[in-house]
C-alpha cells in the first residue's frame, strides 16, 4: 500500500515540528490544529499543507464544540484519515475528535488512562502494579479514611495537569482539609497521595503492535517537582545498561502498558525507587515524547529521534506496513536546565567536547552532554551545575498553569 494519508496533528503548545517534518517526509498530507496565539511560532511550515487555529479562551481552555464543528466543516472538503496528540493537552481532545469521527487510534476510555492521574492509578492498581497510597477526593468519609491509614506527607495533584504543575504538598491531615476545602467546587479535578522519598525515573518508549521496539530509562537528578518548588536546576542522566534498576524498570513499564492497552505511540513514564523498600513504584505515564528536551537526550544516547520514529510508526500501522527501527547506539547521556538571569546567556565558558547540545532559549540555559562513560556525563552535569549556580540561575514562582 502506498496511498497518501491526511494527518491531523494537534499541538496546543510549540512543540512536534519533528514529528510534522518526518510525517510529511513519509508521503502523508499533514494538517496542524494549534493555538491562535501560535501563529507566529516557527513551525516547519514548508512541511504542513495547511494550519487551523483554534482560539484560546480567557480560562486558557478550548471548546470541544468549536473544535468539532471546524473540524466538520474542514472535512467537508478534505479527507482526515488519523489524529495525532503531539501535546499532553491534546491526548483527550484527539481521543473525542477521533470517537465522533469514527476515526482509527486510541478512544477516550484508554486515553483517560494516559492523562488522568486518578484514572492511571487506579487501573495501575487493578492490574497489582504497585501505586503510591492515593484516592479522590470525591467523598469526605474516602478521605478521611485515607488520612488515618497513610503516613504523611501527601501531595495533592491535578488529575490532569502536566508535569508538577499544580502540586501541592500537606504534612497532616489539617493541612490536606485546608486544601480540600480551598479547591471547593474543583476537588473532584484532584486527588491526594502518599509522597514516598525516593530516586525518580524517566522511561521513554516507542510502541509497535503492543510491544516495545525501543526503551531507554533514565534517572532524575533533580526531579522535576523538585525544580518547580524549590528553584532548582534540572537534570537527568541515562541509568547504568543492562542495571537491576535498568531491568526492573523496563518490567515495570511493560506491564504498566499492558495494563493501560497501549497498541502503538510513543511514550513517556516515570517511576520511583523507594528508599525504604527497594521497590519500583509506578508514577505516572504519557502517550506521547517527553517534555523539557528530554528527546534530544535520549537521541543523544541512543541516535534514536523519538519524535521521527513515532511519526514514522504512525504512518506504517496506518498503511498496514512493516515498522523497522534504526539501529541503537548505547551511549550515556544527561541534561541539565535551568534558568538564566541573562536573557542570552553567554556560554562560550562551556567548552567540552561531550557537549552534544545547547539550549537556545530566553532565559535559559542547558547542555545536553555524551559519553561512553556514564562517571564522565554525571562529572559533567555536577560541575555544569555548580558553575550554573554561581554565574547564571534563576528562580521564578511555579505556575499555576503548565506554559509549555
Given at each position: 500500500m502506498t496511498q497518501s494519508l491526511s494527518f491531523l496533528c494537534i499541538s496546543t503548545f510549540f512543540k512536534g515540528n519533528e514529528f510534522l517534518r518526518s510525517c510529511k517526509q513519509a508521503g502523508n498530507t499533514v494538517y496542524l490544529l494549534t493555538n491562535k496565539k501560535l501563529e507566529y511560532?516557527?513551525?516547519?511550515?514548508?512541511?504542513?499543507?495547511?494550519?487551523?487555529?483554534?482560539?484560546?479562551?480567557?480560562?486558557?481552555?478550548?471548546?470541544?464544540?468549536?473544535?468539532?464543528?471546524?473540524?466538520?466543516?474542514?472535512?467537508r472538503s478534505k479527507k482526515v484519515d488519523r489524529i495525532v496528540a503531539l501535546d499532553d493537552f491534546d491526548v483527550e481532545r484527539a481521543a473525542h475528535l477521533r470517537e465522533h469521527f469514527r476515526i482509527p487510534g486510541m478512544g477516550q476510555t484508554t486515553s483517560r488512562h494516559f492523562r488522568d492521574k486518578l484514572a492511571m492509578r487506579m487501573k495501575a492498581q487493578e492490574a497489582g502494579i504497585k501505586v503510591p497510597m492515593f484516592t479522590s477526593l470525591f467523598n469526605d468519609h474516602?478521605?478521611?479514611?485515607?488520612?488515618?491509614?497513610?503516613?504523611?506527607?501527601?501531595?495533592?495533584?491535578?488529575?490532569?495537569?502536566?508535569?508538577?504543575?499544580?502540586?501541592?504538598?500537606?504534612?497532616?491531615?489539617?493541612?490536606?482539609?485546608?486544601?480540600?476545602?480551598?479547591?471547593?467546587?474543583?476537588?473532584h479535578e484532584y486527588l491526594v497521595e502518599q509522597f514516598k522519598p525516593g530516586d525518580v525515573f524517566h522511561v521513554d518508549s516507542l510502541s509497535v503492535n503492543?510491544?516495545?521496539?525501543?526503551?531507554?530509562?533514565?534517572?532524575?537528578?533533580?526531579?522535576?517537582?523538585?525544580?518547580?518548588h524549590g528553584g532548582g536546576i534540572f537534570r537527568s542522566v541515562t541509568v547504568p545498561f543492562g542495571s537491576k534498576d535498568d531491568k526492573a524498570l523496563q518490567k515495570a513499564n511493560t506491564q504498566v502498558m499492558k495494563a493501560f492497552g497501549m497498541n502503538y505511540s510513543a511514550s513517556h513514564s516515570e517511576f520511583i525507587k523507594d528508599h525504604e523498600t527497594g521497590e519500583i513504584i509506578f508514577l505516572e505515564t504519557a502517550s506521547r515524547v517527553g517534555?523539557?528536551?528530554?528527546?534530544?537526550?535520549?537521541?543523544?544516547?541512543?541516535?534514536?529521534?523519538?519524535?521521527?520514529?513515532?511519526?514514522?510508526?504512525?504512518?506504517?500501522?496506518?498503511?498496514?506496513?512493516?515498522y523497522v527501527?534504526?539501529?541503537?547506539?548505547?551511549?550515556?547521556?544527561?541534561?541539565?536546565?535551568?534558568?538564566?538571569?541573562?536573557?542570552?546567556?553567554n556560554t562560550e565558558g562551556f567548552n567540552d567536547p561531550e557537549i552534544y547540545w545547547r539550549m537556545e532559549m530566553e532565559y535559559h540555559i542547558g547542555f545536553i552532554v555524551k559519553s561512553d562513560k556514564r562517571e564522565r556525563v554525571i562529572a559533567l552535569l555536577d560541575d555544569y551545575a555548580q558553575r550554573i549556580y554561581d554565574n547564571f540561575h534563576a528562580s521564578a514562582p511555579i505556575s499555576a498553569k503548565s506554559t509549555h
Open positions: 511560532k516557527p513551525w516547519v511550515r514548508e512541511f504542513i499543507d495547511e494550519v487551523f487555529y483554534i482560539e484560546e479562551k480567557p480560562d486558557g481552555s478550548f471548546s470541544m464544540d468549536e473544535i468539532i464543528a471546524g473540524l466538520a466543516y474542514m472535512m474516602d478521605i478521611f479514611e485515607f488520612t488515618q491509614k497513610v503516613t504523611f506527607p501527601c501531595v495533592v495533584k491535578p488529575r490532569s495537569e502536566a508535569s508538577a504543575t499544580g502540586i501541592k504538598k500537606v504534612y497532616n491531615s489539617e493541612q490536606l482539609w485546608e486544601v480540600v476545602h480551598h479547591l471547593g467546587d474543583r476537588r503492543g510491544k516495545f521496539v525501543f526503551t531507554r530509562c533514565s534517572q532524575y537528578l533533580s526531579t522535576p517537582m523538585e525544580v518547580a517534555g523539557a528536551n528530554l528527546a534530544e537526550m535520549v537521541e543523544a544516547s541512543s541516535g534514536i529521534n523519538l519524535w521521527r520514529e513515532w511519526a514514522i510508526i504512525e504512518t506504517a500501522m496506518a498503511k498496514g506496513e512493516e527501527l534504526p539501529s541503537v547506539e548505547n551511549s550515556y547521556s544527561g541534561i541539565i536546565i535551568s534558568l538564566s538571569n541573562h536573557q542570552h546567556p
